[in-house]
Structure formats: structure tokens, C-alpha cells
Nanobody, 122 residues
């Protein structure tokens, strides 16, 4: 089992930048693909970005492509989501997740953090 703890959320203004972190611990934490999802009340949790265990492959949702960057530091067992030019519609609870597959489907992610709130004001 992998334990995930997110941090870095907060209140920012539209156009600002913010970096989320996800610290992973537990067995095989460094060998898993890691992803970020987000959820707003009343809506399904949606895919944001995923990075392969080695960091060489990434995928992004169209809504964040070109603005968000996912990266990882396996030495520190940490995954980051750099958010730039944030928009009001980026407001959500952001979740870090881990998977043994290469996938963007939340059903394929078996380990989840508790989430961190990101609020973007206009």
C-alpha cells in the first residue's frame, strides 16, 4: 500500500501560479505512475495529469495542457503539479493518486491522497 499526502493548495488570483506537492511513502512508491485529479462539488472527479514512474512520459487533460506541468523527484518520492496562468475554473480539490498501470482512468488508480483545496479568485 502506498500512502500519499498532498500539500501546496490555497487561495490565489486568476493568472497566478501555484505548485502542488504529493509525498509518497510505502512499498514500491517509486515504481508507480502518479497522477493528479480534481473534483468540484456535485461533479465527477476528473483527470488532470499523469507521469510515468521514470518521469519520461506525461499526459494532460486538454483543459490544463500548456498551463500545468507534472514532474517527479523519485529520490524524494515526491510528485509535483506546477500550475501556471490559473483560471477560476481550476478551483477544485486536487487529489494525488498512484497506479501500477499507464492510465488516465480514475478506476485504475488504487491509492489516493486526502486532497488539497485550490481556490482561484477573479
Amino acid at each position: 500500500q502506498v500512502q500519499l499526502v498532498e500539500s501546496g493548495g490555497g487561495l490565489v488570483q486568476a493568472g497566478d501560479s501555484l505548485r502542488l506537492s504529493c509525498a509518497a511513502s510505502g512499498r514500491a512508491a517509486g515504481s508507480l505512475a502518479m497522477g493528479w485529479f480534481r473534483q468540484v462539488p456535485g461533479k465527477e472527479r476528473e483527470f488532470v495529469a499523469v507521469i510515468s514512474w521514470g518521469g519520461s512520459s506525461t499526459l494532460y487533460a486538454d483543459s490544463v495542457k500548456g498551463r500545468f506541468t507534472i514532474s517527479r523527484d523519485n529520490g524524494k518520492a515526491t510528485v509535483f503539479l506546477q500550475m501556471r496562468s490559473v483560471k477560476v475554473e481550476d478551483t477544485a480539490v486536487y487529489y494525488c493518486a498512484a497506479t501500477s498501470k499507464w492510465s488516465v482512468r480514475k478506476a485504475d488508480f488504487g491509492s489516493w491522497g486526502q486532497g488539497t483545496q485550490v481556490t482561484v479568485s477573479s
